[in-house]
């Protein structure tokens, strides 16, 4: 009897299978695929990034498939693999993504990603207000950073902690924990759970815009000053594997990125031209914080 | 001489089970040991086991058999260590034709033919203790150890089984508690008493009165 | 009076065990980080119960998918382990084999995930071996447990001691196989729990969207989510018969999803030779004794930054855990067995324990964060109420069994006088057991901000940092090889059999 309906519930699995199979599509020519670090809304990056495939698809001719992955780690380790060949990384995640690969190249960035900054947050009952100056008064609270791997919620907040106390901020802070994602740090601030938090300045002003913060309870007190982040960036051999000059086409296909509706998907107002050596100050941040193996 | 012992003692837990025994049996002697229960009979049988184990078929009184497996497999087990690891296996799947015609004659003798692909949990106390006794048949050993091989029988499948150990068997050292039995089978007869042997004779020279007297 | 107290009976030598218990995870907190930081949780607390009570779902079908790959990688991975557990137990008396199974088994799946990944990629291959290499390993201990407890040894045949094979096969098997088999159903509830932790690190089983779920505050989803999954786990008893398990298995394999991941060999390679090493021995010139010595180096300070300081959190934590673990699990007992009487009580206590046990740590940990913030605070109650679920789940089990002729009901004197002298020395053996579980589950605390070696080795996976990750776990497998010992030696002084359900390893 009982075996009768695990029978029954396993037919309803394995037919509910065949059909999200039978519904993929099964590509038999070169497929480029990509991936973007998971540093905001992780339940919406299919929805976002499909369209972006979609549009590099039409762009360059060859079929382009987006994964999602779990983690920054993911997804320089999609990248090194060859499971992904461009990525939409982070300062911190492409550094360490084309040191794993050499001869991969930083191709464009946002316009924004030139002026990037983070945002110190911190819930009102630290009495901590907005100040042009390092707010010294958290010191002693408890902090949360983004993903451990995260350049603006973890590797330029902590580089500008240490630069103001030259101390860690494990000594510095009463507790120091890492929430994983930009939007889950504001709302454990905003709940209380930190005191004090260090987040993506893009990823506060669109939750912001969407109504999900409460003012009264989490506040911004201070901006970091301003440094380089967000890129894409193309695996080393592409070239070699989907034709000569296919990385420029690429590069060429994402400048040319203009509509909006994509362009909120990142978010970004426009694509500018990027290389490697605009990431030197991150890389060498990185080293000085024991995050990058020279 | 077959087995030998001279002022033996043994103690378990510190009481003292054996208490400086001396005895000796011959080849093609039977043997009945008689004695209340806890005087030692079984740690007596034990000693001698140790003497000659690769000859002896062992039937111990707690039986040894293993619930999970079917009649036929427990007495296979007797010769378990002769076959090889892969006969072994496929025996367990399915019965090896040479065993099963042995093991078959074996239970026909002891009137367990029909309960040998039932699992011995299933089975009565005196049906096990016949799948012991085959087990132990099974062996094919020149000296039969048995612990009460035969106390949970009627009296005649008692002689039927205890007949067929005689037979199949050089030497046999029995314990037994059945006073007409030993005076009706045995060559010789060795009363315990306290862990000490009270009395050593051929059965011709021993009466139902001695052997009264062990129990008092 | 007095007597009572300085007794030996067993009874009293296992009460002054578990007040030492107690007393070691009071005197941790002294030392440990348990502040409790005031905050405004309720708003946002309100929306996620909330969510959680309303459970909704846009996707049934991407939840049975998951559903189905957490349960492929389950049954797999457990039966993989079963057979290689099987095989190890006939070899455990080896010291190596037995030092190799406590060292495999100290490593968290999370983390033979997070390596196997380097290996080959997001795959099925990588769930299955993060949940077939610790489990074989510990079913080769419990199976060898089990083997020593089986009643019947055939000492008049010693002949039998040669041919091993034959002896297990016969002998050992056919007693110990009810026995090996319940902890084989239990085993596989674990694996279903573990397959869905896979889920944290981007495995296709029902943590991957559970995580992402409450990470985004999609509390509706995620609940729907987590009832599914105590569904599923309720329901394993109803279908997981050991007949059908070639079906299952075979259903298993076929529909396991495909990976586009080819270059394995060259990962493996590169893995070995280069990831695992740090850069200061990297440099060519160097000569063997100069490599060594960068290394011993590398080592020591990487011991004394993050290896010491991991370790001494993990073991407060640990202590803390394990006493906290301790008071529920007496707390809980005599409820429950009180419930027993009526059905529908007991069906609620029954699911109570479900959701307990079956709740992943992290999850706790992340609501129980927001009540208290970041401290060591959360993580103990987060890793006391789980394992408590799990122990009194067991102990529940064998009150049943012991019960089934007597009547249902069981008053509280009936409780203190017939069903606690039996079952108190199991309970603190399944404590002692998930002791070492405890040490192992630490690892995954870390958005706590608490610096067990957990964090430290998730930090170098993070950081892609293989070098440390594996040094870090090769210390945490030591520490959990050492803390074993202990743990046995000091069960051993407090008891001459009571407590010695473990075998002498």
Known sequence: MSCKTFCLSLLILVTSYCTAVSGAVVATDKVLTFTAIPDQDQSQLRMRFQQVADYLTTELGVQVNYIPVKSYAAAIGAFRNNQVQLAWFGGLSGVRARQLVPGSRAIAQGIEDRQFKSYFIAHHSTGLSASDSFPQGIAGKTFTFGSKGSTSGRLMPEYYIREQWQRSPQQLFSAVGFSGDHSLTISQVQAGAYQVGAVNYQVWQSMLAAGKIDQSKVSVIWQTPQYTDYQWTIRAGVDRDYGAGFSDKVQAALLQMRDPQLLKQFPRSGFIRAENADYQAIKETAIALDLLQP | MLFKLSHCSFSYH????????????????????????????????????????????????????????????????????????????????????????????????????????????????????????????YQRRPIFLGDEPVANLDSVRAQQVLQAILQRHQTQVIALHDRDLALRYFDRIIGLQQGKIVLDAATADVTQQDLQQLYL | MNTLSSGSSVGLKLRNFSLLLVAAGLLASIFADVQIYASEPWAHLRIMLQGLFSPSISDPQQLAIDLFYTLSFALIGVSLAAVAG??????????????????????????????????????????????????????????????????????????????????????????????????????????????????????????????TAFKQGDYSYAGALLLAFFLLIASIKYWLKVYLLPVYIGIALWFLPGSEFTNSSDNIWRFFSVDIWPAVIKTADQSIVEKLLAYGQWLSSLLLQQGLPGMGSTLLLSLMALAATAVLCVLLAPLLTLMRGQWLVNSAGQCLLLVMRSTPEYILAFVLLLLLGPSMLPAVIALAIHNSGLISFLLQRDIAAAQTSTTASVSFSDFLYKVMPDLYAKFISLLMYRAEIILRESAILGVLGVTTLGFYIDSAFEDLRFDRALALLFLTALLNVVVDQLSRKLQLCFSDQGIRVRSKD
């Open chain 2, 14 to 137: 510190s009481r003292l089970v054996l208490d400086d025994i001396s005895l000796g049996i011959n080849a093609g002697e039977t043997v009945a040991i008689v004695g209340q229960s806890g005087v030692g009979k079984s740690t007596l049988l034990n000693l001698l086991a140790a003497q000659h184990s690769d000859n002896i078929a062992y039937c111990t009184q707690d039986r040894q058999l293993i619930s999970g497996l079917n009649c036929y497999n427990n007495i296979y087990l007797g010769k378990l260590a002769q076959f090889g690891a892969i006969k072994n296996l496929l025996n367990m799947l399915r019965p090896n034709v040479q065993a099963l015609e042995e093991i078959s004659a074996i239970a026909e003798q002891l009137h367990i033919a029909d309960k040998l692909q039932a699992s011995v949990g299933k089975l009565s106390g005196g049906q096990q203790q016949r799948v012991a006794v085959a087990r132990a048949f």
């Open chain 3, 86 to 211: 099987l095989l190890l137990s006939l070899l455990y008396q080896h010291p190596l084999v037995r030092f190799c199974c406590a060292f495999f088994r100290a490593i968290h799946e999370l983390f033979w995930a997070l390596l196997f990944m380097q290996l080959f990629g997001l795959s099925a291959s990588t769930a299955i071996l993060a949940i077939a290499i610790p489990y074989a390993c510990t079913f080769a201990r419990v199976f060898h447990d089990i083997y020593q407890h089986a009643p019947i040894k055939l000492r008049q045949l010693p002949e039998l001691a040669d041919s091993k094979f034959s002896h297990f096969l016969y002998v050992l098997l056919p007693q110990v196989w009810p026995q090996m088999r319940s902890y084989l159903r239990y085993r596989f509830e674990c694996g279903v729990r573990t397959s869905a932790v896979l889920g944290f690190v981007g495995l296709p089983t029902i943590g991957f969207h559970l995580e």
